[in-house]
């Protein structure tokens, strides 16, 4: 094999020999309107993250009339969960809350 090689040898090697043919028309590949796909609608997404429903019995005085609140936190910790809740009922001007249930949903 020769180690000088002059510039169209190099180019005959890699890409093979040029034809000086004009290169045959691309077909044609636009899609029409008979061709194309419609896809249905689809519905809107729902929320598919884990969320745990807590429960707690929260009262504004000590020892007064108690309702219960239900709080949706989006976690699987329930200590998390929990603080959330507790949080949310501190906003609603609560004081004292007591944990009934934590419940995955």
């Known amino acids: ?4 090689l002059s510039e169209d040898e190099m180019r005959e090697a890699l890409f093979g ?4 043919e ?11 309107s008979d061709q194309q796909h419609v896809s249905k609608a689809r519905r809107a997404p729902t929320s598919r993250s884990p969320k745990l429903r ?7 005085q000590f020892e007064g009339k108690a ?3 239900i709080y949706e936190a989006s976690t699987l910790s329930t ?3 929990e603080q959330e809740a ?4 501190k906003k609603k001007k609560f004081k004292y809350f007591e944990l009934v249930s934590i ?3």
């Open 1 to 4: 094999m020769k180690e000088n």
């Open 17 to 20: 020999t040029q034809n000086n």
């Open 22 to 32: 004009t290169a045959p028309a691309a077909e044609d590949l636009r899609v029409t």
């Open 54 to 60: 807590v429960t707690l019995r929260v009262t504004s």
């Open 67 to 69: 309702e219960m609140l």
């Open 79 to 81: 200590l998390i969960a």
């Open 86 to 89: 507790k949080t949310e009922a």
């Open 103 to 105: 419940e995955p949903i």
